[in-house]
C-alpha cells in the first residue's frame, strides 16, 4: 500500500509498505533474512524485496551441550540502511524457520532470541528483544534432522533513524541435547525465495524456509 505526503516538501512523495495499521498508526514493511556476497565477503542483509540468497541456510555444529542448560548455539546480525529519516513505533513480528540434525541420538532443544537493534555506525543498540517458544526434536537412526518455526513477537519502544542508520535483527539460537552424545547440528533459515525445500533432508518438512521480519513504521496522519 502506498501513503502519499509522508514527507513534507519537494513533492508529493509515496512511501510504499506491504500494509498499514491505522488504528495504531504504523505501516508495516516487511524485510526478508539473506545473505550476499561481496569482494570475498558474506553479508547478512535484510531486503524489502524477495531475492535469492548467497547461503539459505545458517548452520552449526555444536560440541559438549548440556543436557538441561540453554548454550548460544548459534548467531547472526542482519542489517538494513536506510537512506531517509525512520521513526519506528510498535509491535515487530519475526518469523524464522529453525531445526537441528542427528549428530548423536538424542533429544535436540532449541530455540531463538529476536534482538531489534539500531547500528549508528558501529555502535549497535538493542531496542527490545523477545524469545520464541522451545522446540523439541527425538533424533535417532533414520530420523537424523526434524526443522520447524520460531514466531516472535517484540514491542520496539518509539525510536528514530537518522539516514545512514541501520536497522539491525540479531538471531541467536540456543540449545540443548539430552543423550549420551551430546554433540549436533542447529541451524535457523535465510532464504527469501523458499528454496531451501530443495535441500533433501529439509523437504522432508512442510515448513516455509523463507524467514522475515514486519517493522512498525510510524506514520504522519
Known sequence: MAVAGLLQGGGNPLVNYNYVDVAEGTGIQTYYLGTTWSNGTSQAILAANKNYSNEVVSWVYATGLSATVFAEVNERNFDVYFNLPKQINGKAFVYVPLGAQLGG????????KASICKLEGTTSTVLASASSAIVSYALAGAVNMASGAAI?????????????????LKIEQ????????????????????????????????????????????????
Open 152 to 168: 516472535v513477537s517484540i514491542t520496539v519502544p518509539t525510536t528514530h533513524f537518522r539516514k545512514g542508520d541501520a536497522l539491525r
Open 174 to 221: 540456543y540449545g540443548t541435547i539430552n543423550g549420551a552424545v551430546r554433540d549436533g547440528y542447529f541451524f535457523f533459515m535465510n532464504d527469501p525465495m523458499d528454496t531451501g525445500k530443495l535441500i533433501p533432508e529439509i523437504s522432508k518438512y512442510p515448513v516455509v524456509t523463507t524467514s522475515y521480519l514486519n517493522v512498525p513504521f510510524r506514520l504522519d496522519i
Open 105 to 112: 541420538d538424542g533429544t535436540y532443544n532449541t530455540f531463538i
